[in-house]
């Protein structure tokens, strides 16, 4: 690789350019003719309705495939060899181009959406955040409906292998806690790397195959199922109605389901191939999933007593729907299953506060990371422990594994961008009207990729069609910006970055 670089050096600087963006258009090529093939699926079954939305489909396939064919084959005129920089290249250009072509079907189709509102709805499933600016989804057609579902469960596995292979190898955020076979792209390791990612291939295709058939067994229409499986699994939260889970309601049994899945979801995928090599040790002994589960019942448990000492409920009732909807905003899904800001103010604020947490690394989640948290509260023990010792010296260890000074730093470096693009994207927000509580949790449900935010303008009883289209535009920004980490992509406006 040396050698390449160092002849790279004494090209004519066009020949230069093009050698380096040459693995970038081969990677952006193959996967828009990845997604150009996803569309096949909607306008298949819109062949088969007659349907007018064929024409945009079909219009939007080719344009896709024949771009991302050329992309491909100029890409493949040059050695494929990627650098960390080209990786963070990589990986915030194929988000946004993703979403670019993705969103052609929303705009020539039936829905008629404009050009933001289109990008609005296609950032937010592929970057399974789950709002929507989408009314009367219950006479959409089931093209555009299917659609929506794949361009989540395509953004849930796009989720998995950036949290497990890129940001890893990135050191983003303290993920290099994670680090493994996968995370590694020496030559030596792609192998291995490839085995891993089919294994957890073949797990994310067998959880949603398994949690459709379970819709179905508990009276979903054999679409709905399709497509809620699709999007639970990813914990995306797209569904097929205005109401969202909510239209379900009366079935009980179709909400445990759900809920199941999502916190199936929120799990970190790797730990799944091992149960199926039957190593059940790692699963149960991870800090993470056991951070996550008490973290859940605790705070189902806290809402299930308000919700049936305070305001009434059967406790069955009180139950279903705690489990529901609080497991639904930790895990970022965004459905929801009534509108739990009529719940009171204690609810209000427990839903704020779970809005910033999300799931575990390496799983289809957004928000901050249960392991984030963990870290946190490590280096804030120790800090507390050396005041009182100064010349003590304290382990910091993870999973049962010691945690470096540089991991810590990252993930201090991180909270900061965290909460400061929350913060600075609250505020842009509130200069166009908008009151506070929506300015702020629209601001934490686009971050933290959660779907749908708080108040009566945006809560999960509504939608973000009213707001204006400025707003969509920052809050697709701050969605995009979640996915990637938030650092990932500011440091492609950094001068060092761009220095050779």
Excluded at 36 to 42: E, I, K
Excluded at 238 to 255: C, E, K, Q, R, V
Excluded at 351 to 357: E, L, N
Aim: hydrophobic share 55%.
């Amino acid at each position: 690789m040396s050698d390449t670089r160092t002849s790279l050096r004494h090209m004519p600087w066009p020949r230069m350019v093009f050698m380096w963006l040459a693995p970038l258009l081969r990677l952006m090529g193959m996967l828009l003719i990845l997604l150009g093939w996803f569309m096949a699926a909607p306008l298949v079954l819109l062949i088969q309705e007659s349907h007018p939305d064929v024409w945009a489909f079909g219009l939007s396939m080719g344009l896709t495939i024949g771009l991302g064919l050329v992309m491909a084959f100029l890409g493949a005129r040059a050695p494929f060899i990627l650098t960390g920089r080209q990786m963070f290249m990589i990986t915030t250009l194929s988000w946004l181009m993703m979403s670019a072509f993705a969103s052609l079907p929303m705009m020539l189709g039936s829905t008629h959406l404009s050009i933001t509102d289109a990008w609005f709805e296609t950032v937010s499933g592929i970057t399974t955040t789950g709002s929507t600016v989408i009314s009367g989804l219950d006479t959409l057609s089931h093209g555009i409906l299917l659609w929506r579902g794949i361009l989540q469960w395509l953004g849930g596995i796009g989720i998995i292998v950036m949290g497990m292979a890129i940001l890893p190898f990135l050191q983003v955020g303290g993920m290099r806690l994670f680090q493994t076979e996968s995370s590694d792209w020496s030559e030596k390791a792609l192998p291995r790397s490839g085995k891993v990612a089919k294994a957890i291939g073949k797990v994310y295709v067998g959880l949603t195959a398994v949690c459709g058939f379970s819709y179905w067994l508990a009276g979903m229409n054999p679409f709905d199922a399709l497509v809620h499986s699709l999007t639970t699994v990813a914990t995306g939260g797209f569904a097929n109605y205005d109401a969202s889970m909510g239209h379900f309601a009366d079935t009980p049994m179709i909400l445990w389901i759900s809920s199941f899945f999502m916190v199936l979801g929120s799990l970190p995928f790797l730990l799944y191939v091992q149960l199926i090599q039957r190593n059940w040790k790692p699963f149960w002994k991870d800090s993470q999933v056991r951070a996550l589960l008490k973290l859940l019942a605790l705070t189902i448990l806290a809402l299930t007593i308000y919700l049936c000492e305070v305001r009434g409920w059967y406790w069955f009732e009180a139950l279903t729907h705690a489990t529901f909807n609080v497991i639904s905003v930790v895990s970022t899904s965004g459905y929801a299953s009534s509108d739990y800001n009529d719940w009171g103010s204690f609810s209000v604020m427990v839903f704020f506060y779970i809005m910033f947490i999300g799931g575990c690394s390496g799983s289809t989640s957004g928000g901050f990371k249960i392991f984030r948290l963990q870290l946190a509260a490590i280096l804030m023990s120790n800090q507390l422990k050396s005041l009182l010792h100064p010349r003590g010296v304290f382990s910091q260890r993870f999973n049962g594994r010691p945690v470096p000074d540089d991991v810590i730093r990252s993930m201090v470096a991180f909270a900061f961008f965290f909460f400061f693009t929350i913060a600075s994207l609250a505020l842009a927000l509130s200069l166009m009207g908008l009151d506070f509580l929506t300015s702020l949790s629209s601001a934490v449900s686009a971050v933290a990729n959660v779907g749908p935010a708080l108040g009566h303008l945006i809560g999960p009883a509504d939608n973000f069609e009213l707001l204006p289209d400025a707003a969509k535009w920052m809050l697709s920004f701050g969605m995009i910006l979640g996915r990637l980490e938030i650092v990932t992509f500011m440091i492609l406006f950094t001068r060092a970055f761009w220095r050779s």
